[in-house]
């Protein structure tokens, strides 16, 4: 079974960029398409954006302008880096695997999420 | 953009009531629908795909249906540990969007 492990700074100042890993075990990062995934605390789930492992990706239009998504294959991690953050980007952020079952594409494997708050 | 509604957005229920909840989209998506559920401080989780496909590992009081604009998860007999918050997903579009959620507490 895929298991997923966000990483990385628990505090971001306005205007600078967030960058986030996600660790995948159980599984290759070759496997799948891979996404993330953001909550407002207390609000709904947003998606941000989608990479399969060659490189080819799919932003949310919201965010496309700030947002870039990376894959490392050797180190079975993904990345997110979302530039010029406001305290609007304050979030958990997770990491899905995105599956495809007869074209209907679904997120199947959850990491467990990470807090990021954006203050100065 | 494809917008997903859902109703109610919280309700109040029993241990062994049928509870249904409702997700609208915006426009057709024939049955390119998701549900998750969340708990509190979790990850959500795939419980139906493609509207009506039961992921692995679901209780099979979990229930999917619809196709078009209109769609409903049931729970045949609501148990302890179904007291979250459920969320709807389109992957029709991929500028995949998700509902704002139905959160099913304790009556």
């Known amino acids: 079974q895929v298991h997923l492990q966000e990483s990385g700074p628990g505090l971001v100042k306005p205007s600078e960029t967030l960058s986030l890993t996600c660790t995948v075990s159980?599984?290759?990062?070759?496997?799948?398409?891979w996404t993330w995934i953001r909550q407002p605390p207390g609000k709904g789930l947003e998606w941000i954006g989608s990479?399969?492992?060659?490189?080819?990706?799919n932003y949310n239009p919201s965010l496309k302008s700030r947002v870039t998504i990376s894959v490392d294959t050797s180190k079975n991690q993904l990345s997110l880096k979302l530039s010029s953050v406001t305290a609007a980007d304050t979030a958990v952020y997770y990491c899905a695997s995105q599956s495809e079952y007869s074209g209907h594409v679904n997120f199947d494997y959850w990491g467990q999420g990470t807090l990021v708050t954006v203050s100065s | 953009d494809i917008q997903m509604t859902q109703s109610p957005s919280s309700l109040s229920a029993s241990v062994g009531d049928r509870v249904t909840i409702t997700c609208r989209a915006s426009q057709s998506i024939s049955k390119y629908l998701n549900w998750y559920q969340q708990k509190p401080g979790k990850a959500p989780k795939l419980l139906i795909y493609?509207?009506?496909s039961l992921q692995s590992g679901v209780p099979s009081r979990f229930s999917g249906s619809g196709s078009g604009t209109d769609f409903t998860l049931t729970i045949s007999s609501l148990q302890p540990e179904d007291f979250a918050t459920y969320y709807c997903q389109q992957s029709y579009s991929t500028l995949f969007t998700f509902g704002p959620g139905t959160k099913v507490d304790i009556k």
């Open positions: 159980g599984g290759s990062i070759t496997s799948y398409y």
């Open positions: 493609a509207s009506s």
């Open positions: 990479i399969y492992y060659i490189g080819a990706t």
